[in-house]
């Protein structure tokens, strides 16, 4: 009976599954940031639980529904004027034809798209359809991410509500599965991981962010802080900004508003910025958890290839508990051979 009741509510549960995960990870992350905001409200947990939901919905829903529909506009205004036969592109410059290694190629195509813009999509619509499904199915996925997680938000926000609760519900049963006074220890690493990896992903995408609309700023990038705003999504759900930075390098050369000087060395920072979460990432993951960060880097990245986004979490945590019960198997059979040896009678001469 206990089996089938089991699989029965593993079913039931299933559908929801992502949106529960999603909202207990981001109740455990923001649960430090809810007791602060608890004591502004005079102890009203559910007050300050609103109030932080509010604010992570204003911050981040209409930001991206204003995005989102820019995007939808940007679109149709694209497909009217490829339709219309409309779309221009000028001239290259005669020096891309100096470039080395592509120069060459890329001058005769850009300038055969220039001289006859019909004929040269007509050329490449094969290519050109493939790639607009795939751009397609790629902001669809980023958008059914977001509202996963506005969505996610919410439920986080009735968990921390209920957090002292909650967490000593979770000792109890972390207790249950464990032997007696090992649950606290389990709740105390899996806290400590999942806000770890929360800075080490959020907090990273944050600072990838800032230094891509930085630069995106200074070198004179139209809609340089929604560009911002979309690495920092990138980075939540684990894309590389090159996704952005490739189009804005692109958008630097083909223009020509800079000199050749200034566009190579908003090349090299705004490269260097894409890349700056392979740096970062191994700095903040790991802090504050009694396990090494490679352990939970690993386990962080292979939750993410085995489960997506939501196994960054899962797999650290897992690796990180894993890891903990094995080094203590060991270290119990160091002390069992310790005692074994004093327990040995000695031999006097």
């Known amino acids: 009976l206990i089996a089938f009741l089991v699989v029965m509510c593993a079913k039931i549960f299933a559908p929801f ?3 529960m995960l999603w909202a207990l990870i981001l109740a455990v992350a923001l649960y430090p940031l809810h007791v602060r905001i608890t004591q502004m409200f005079g ?3 559910g007050t300050a639980a609103t109030a932080l939901v509010l604010a992570g919905l204003l911050l981040i829903g209409v930001p991206t529904v204003i995005l989102g529909s820019s995007f939808a506009d940007h679109m149709h205004t694209s497909y009217v004027a490829f339709t219309n036969n409309t779309v221009t592109i000028k001239q290259p410059d005669p020096a891309v034809a100096e470039w080395p290694v592509i120069g060459k190629k890329l001058y005769a195509t850009w300038s ?8 040269f999509l007509q050329k490449i619509k094969p290519q050109l359809t493939d790639l607009a499904k795939n751009m397609l199915s790629f902001a669809a996925g980023i958008m059914g991410s977001v509202f996963l997680f506005l969505g996610a938000l919410i439920v986080s926000g009735i968990i921390m509500a209920y957090g002292e609760s909650g967490s000593q519900a979770t000792g109890r049963i972390l207790n249950r599965v464990s032997r007696a ?3 606290p220890q389990m709740q105390r690493l899996t806290t400590a991981t999942i806000r770890s990896v929360a800075v080490g992903v959020i907090g990273v995408a944050f600072i990838q ?9 200074l070198a004179g990038i139209p809609a340089a802080g929604p560009l911002a705003f979309i690495v920092m999504l990138l980075g939540i759900v684990q894309l590389p900004a090159m996704f952005v930075t490739l189009p804005v390098l692109g958008y630097i050369w083909w223009a020509g508003e800079l000199s050749t000087t200034w566009s190579i060395v908003w090349t090299v920072y705004l490269l260097v910025a894409g890349m700056a979460d392979n740096v970062l990432k191994p700095l903040l993951l790991g802090r504050g958890v009694d396990a090494p960060m490679p352990v939970i880097l690993l386990g962080a990245l292979g939750g993410m290839v085995s489960a997506g986004i939501v196994g960054l979490f899962i797999g650290a945590v897992l690796l990180a508990v894993g890891y903990q019960l094995f080094m203590e198997w060991v270290d119990q059979a160091d002390i069992e051979m310790t005692e074994g040896a004093d327990r040995t009678p000695s031999v006097s001469s």
């Open 43 to 45: 102890g009203r947990r």
């Open 181 to 183: 006074g090992k649950g």
């Open 112 to 119: 055969s798209a220039a001289d006859n813009l019909p004929a």
């Open 17 to 19: 599954m992502g949106l």
């Open 209 to 217: 962010a800032l230094l891509l609309g930085i630069g995106f700023f």
